[in-house]
């Protein structure tokens, strides 16, 4: 057993399997609860996307001056088309659900699907020498819409899942509402409130220099990591990897 003060849920893909190993534990101590638990299941939804530049990373293709966007529907915003800081053209995501919780590999029939969008949607674009990268990824969504934030104060227990892309422009409002909750189930020490409190306050530190942080990442080889503010960061995301290849050019349009 794990014994804590407290538990936050925030296991993604895998936040219903943890809360249905918790009933079951619970139920298997014959533990007596009132505890109402809001049943969701995780439903793995893959975004594939392709990103596109020159092979010299210089342009030999268009840029979008802003997204391109498909009406939405009900379910997704649609495949879009857009250009990133680095000067490259990214298609996608799609939005396709699976079983697999843990399959990410490129699917080459949906990979042609993105190649034919990018090349209608630019024609001077030649999807097979433009090609830069591909990766998949997958997002937590729940057989719900909304997201899956539940306070237990009964079982000192928060439960913070289905949080999909739209929780990324959301992650500081999400962080702090669930430290308030936090704070009505834990008895905090004198100095608690206060730190608390600070975490809330808009009192960021300012991103350091993106040419700075290009160099870093160039210079640690085979590491892929660069230091921002003391910390060490392994740098994993496809569009700022493949972003980083070469300054000189992002240098010229800053």
Known sequence: RIFSKSVVNATGIMAD??????????SAYSEK???SWKIFESRPRRGQYCIFSSPNQCLS??????????????????VFVYSTIYNQVVVGPTALDQEDRNDDRIDLEVGQTLKNLAKRVIPICNPETDLVGEWVGLRPATNYRDYQIHLYPEK?????AGIRSTGLTASLGIGRYVIRLLSSIVQLPPDGKQYLSSICEENCSALPNIINLMEQYQNSGNNGTICVNGYEYKVTHPITRNGWRCSKHFERTC
């Open 61 to 78: 293709i268009p840029i979008p001056v802003r997204p391109i966007q498909p009406v939405p529907s009900q379910r997704t915003k649609g």
């Open 17 to 26: 399997w943890l809360e249905r190993d918790i009933r079951k534990a619970r």
């Open 33 to 35: 609860t009132s505890t």
């Open 156 to 160: 000192r227990f928060i439960t913070a």
